[in-house]
């Protein structure tokens, strides 16, 4: 079947961590040595066949090949080019070395893990050097192809393009200055070409190379280098016809560059790059090429307008040879089914669309491109009515819209940072390099076992929260002996930090089933962001409260902040970002303000996830970072002099968001610094005027850290920032490691941040 002669539509990528997780059980099982590979194997094809028949038989014109992958694609592509990191090139077994590569082993550090572009999925960093010896190696692609063939499904298979995968690799340690992996541009399109004939061997019709990084801003060497490399692929002898597929934004300057090569197609996003639409018609050479038209979001959870949707379609097919429907991107980034859950309300129900509800989206407009809206008429009207419902059924509190229109920008600002520095040293009488943590404390399987008991309803709400101020009374007496001075309840009640507060509020939903990859075996589940958000009670109160209630020290109240709820949420698209951050603001303004009227002296919102969000183009960003900013002020903004606002931040490339951390204008700002600590205090350190504490050891390693090299850290910061301003912490919450060890690095810290006080100042060597 293809594009030409089957229904006209197809996906640009599908889940792969099966509907119910089974690749993430079977590997699991492996890892733990458990399960042979035999049986890892066998799990993997059943997910593949599931999929590839599922799509076929939803009526999907063409399915798309090669979205299975053991842990992740851009890896899976470095083994198809042969980019092996030196210290994996001896191990022979294929899945062996996958395995290696993706998690590590004796004496070989895993490949290093970033965020694919700005979606929560995180690929492995391929390696590249001038020593690299680029060369067609595993035949994944090709193998799948005659898989899928067997399973009578012709597939168009899927890989990361050459130019994108370039652009996301590193240069290896040790590569001479100057050396750029995307030099090694030339050899690698070879090694397409000779996969690009393999596949027109096996029988493929079509191929797709994914080109997402040039959704992103590129320069001119970039782009010219996409031109040299589909110049090239496109003259090779024996290939299939090419897809060049972009995502997450418009293509802008690179459309014209990749219409005037010999490809084939070209797929565009015309949800997060509709902007693409406008002036198509002076892009020349469209009329030669197949378009995909991706108008179904591949990124979100709602239902799709399908008359709007098809008006787009048209449009795109005014200029194309010919046009076909497809998602905005891979379905990877949303749940497999809703048809699943269970708990969701109805009225919830009605607005979205998981995977399975997008393919047949995806075939009721394709169909309706083919045989004119009549003939579809039945599935389009009924989705109208629907959307109709949606719209009807209240989605606007107008009591949080109100609320919000009142508070004024004197209502997010604070008197100035020295004048509150001043109260809160009078109020908190804390000595100089004061220690704490970041908020989560070890949790126990207890502490699991006693949440799902909760959640099941196999205990009731009294035992539950007996059983919870056990815990938290165990952990502030063991904060108090090690020595700490500003403690933390240790967040036993929390399943996940953003999750935990979505439960709380109104305005959000959570799913059963809902699993999104986030990397390997790792799924998260976003809640689900879709009406007005407000704070119907007071949700930590009571908990830090009673913490508070156990010691003389001061005990931080807990919340995460706005741009993290968002960022690891579903959220409505019916309206601007900014405008959803101030209502989940509000809500938290309610809480913080709740809080100190309970006596907590210190409340940290942390914001995670403020790097993370920034968009991938420049001019998007001063827009994003105000409304960021405001949100948290938003937040903070309520409270009194005397009341210190903690933030923690995690990732470490601030650079480009100092001035937003600034504005932020948290009284003591936290973060992850475990890989370039200095870097972080030359940025932060005159950036960020108020308590700074650049976490001084990594949480992500079991590993203690001595006393000598804790002072010698705290030293190092002293060296930026005076012991006024300096905290002690470690890099980020503790809630995955073991007790004996943080214990361990606790005492270390404390004993470490005193032995600093002695001599603040003056650093001496030992
Ligand atoms: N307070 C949270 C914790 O300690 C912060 C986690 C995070 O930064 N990701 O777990
Ligand atoms: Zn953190």
Not at 311 to 326: K, P, T
Not at 394 to 421: F, K, N, Q
Not at 542 to 561: H, I, N, Y
Request: proline content about 6%; glycine content about 10%; overall charge negative.
């Amino acid at each position: 079947m293809s594009f030409e002669s089957g229904t006209a539509s197809t996906v640009l990528g599908y889940p792969r961590i099966g509907p119910r997780r089974e690749l993430k059980r079977a590997e699991e099982t492996f890892w733990a040595g458990r399960a042979d590979a035999s049986e890892l194997r066998e799990v993997a094809a059943r997910l593949r066949s599931d999929t590839w028949t599922g799509l076929r038989d939803a009526g999907l014109g063409q399915v798309p090949g090669n979205t299975f992958s053991y842990y992740d694609h851009v890896l899976d592509t470095a083994l198809a080019v042969g980019a092996v990191p030196q210290r994996f090139a001896g191990i022979t077994d294929p899945l062996e070395r996958l395995f290696a590569m993706a998690r590590g082993r004796d004496g070989a550090p895993a490949c290093e893990m970033t965020k694919w572009f700005d979606t929560n999925y995180h690929y492995l960093v391929p390696e590249l050097g001038p020593d690299t010896r680029l060369a067609p190696a595993d035949r994944k692609v090709v193998e799948e192809f005659r898989e899928a063939l067997r399973a009578d499904v012709v597939t168009r298979p899927v890989l990361v393009g050459p130019v994108t995968f370039l652009l996301l690799s590193k240069a290896v340690d040790g590569a001479p200055e100057g050396f750029r992996p995307l030099d090694l541009l030339g050899p690698l399109v070879e090694v397409y070409r000779d996969l690009l004939a393999e596949l027109a061997d096996a029988g493929a019709d079509w191929v797709q190379l994914d080109e997402p990084a040039f959704a992103a801003d590129r320069t001119d060497d970039e782009i010219a280098a996409l031109r040299k490399a589909y110049d090239r692929l496109a003259s090779a002898p024996r290939r299939p016809k090419i897809l060049v597929a972009s995502y997450f934004g418009e293509l802008g300057r690179a459309l014209p560059v990749l219409a005037s090569t010999g490809v084939e197609g070209l797929a565009l996003d015309l949800v997060a790059g509709r902007a693409d639409l406008d002036g198509i018609g002076r892009v020349e050479g469209l009329d030669r090429k197949v378009l995909l038209a991706g108008v179904v979001d591949g990124r979100n959870v709602w239902r799709t307008d399908l008359d709007a949707a098809l008006a787009d379609v048209r449009r795109l097919g005014e200029v194309a040879g010919s046009v076909l429907v497809s998602t905005s991107c891979s379905l990877l980034h949303v749940p497999y089914d809703l048809s699943v859950e269970t708990t969701l309300p109805a009225d919830v129900v009605d607005m979205l669309a998981f995977a399975r509800q997008k393919v047949d989206e995806v075939v009721l407009l394709g169909r309706a491109l083919r045989e004119g809206r009549d003939a579809v008429a039945a599935g389009f009207d009924a989705a109208a009515a629907t959307r109709d419902r949606v719209a009807a059924a209240t989605r606007r509190d107008e009591r949080v819209r109100a609320r919000l229109a009142e508070l004024g920008p004197d209502h997010y600002r604070r008197s100035a940072g020295d004048v509150r520095a001043t109260v809160q040293r009078e109020a908190l009488g804390l000595p100089e390099v004061p220690t704490t943590t970041i908020g989560s404390f070890p949790q126990t399987g207890a502490i699991r076992t006693d949440r799902a008991a909760h959640r099941a309803g196999e205990i009731s709400a009294e035992e539950y929260t007996a059983r919870m101020r056990r815990e938290i009374e165990r952990v502030v007496r063991l904060q108090e002996e090690i020595g700490l001075d500003v403690l933390v309840h240790g967040e036993p009640e929390r399943n996940d930090m953003v999750q935990y507060f979505a439960e709380n509020l109104d305005g959000f939903a959570t799913t059963e089933l809902g699993w999104v990859q986030s990397y390997g075996s790792r799924c998260v589940r976003p809640p689900i962001l879709h009406s007005d958000v407000s704070r119907p009670r007071p949700i930590t109160v009571e908990w830090a409260r009673f913490a508070q209630s156990l010691s003389d020290k001061p005990v931080k109240g807990m919340l995460t902040g706005p741009v993290t709820i968002l960022a690891w949420s579903f959220v409505r698209d019916d309206q601007p970002l900014g405008g959803t951050a101030r209502q989940v603001g509000l809500a938290l303004r309610d809480e913080v303000v709740d809080l100190e009227a309970a006596g907590i002296r210190i409340i940290q919102v942390d914001e995670p996830a403020l790097r993370e969000l920034l968009p991938l183009h420049e001019r998007d960003r001063a827009a994003y970072l105000d409304w960021a900013v405001d949100s948290f002020r938003m937040s903070t903004g309520g409270v009194t002099d005397g009341t210190q606002v903690h933030t923690h931040l995690c990732y470490s490339e601030f650079g480009e968001v100092v001035g937003a951390i600034d504005g932020l204008d948290a009284d003591v700002t936290t973060v992850e610094a475990a890989r370039s600590r200095m870097e972080v205090l030359s940025d932060l350190g005159p950036g960020v005027p108020r308590g700074l504490g650049p976490g001084v050891y990594d949480v992500h390693s079991p590993e203690v850290p001595g006393e000598d090299e804790l002072v010698t850290q705290l030293r190092a910061a002293l060296g930026h920032i005076g012991p006024e301003r300096l905290w002690a912490n470690p890099d980020c919450g503790l809630k995955t490691r073991g007790e004996p060890e943080t214990v361990a690095a606790l005492t270390h810290l404390v004993a470490a941040a005193r032995r600093v006080r002695a001599g603040a100042g003056t650093p001496t060597t030992g």
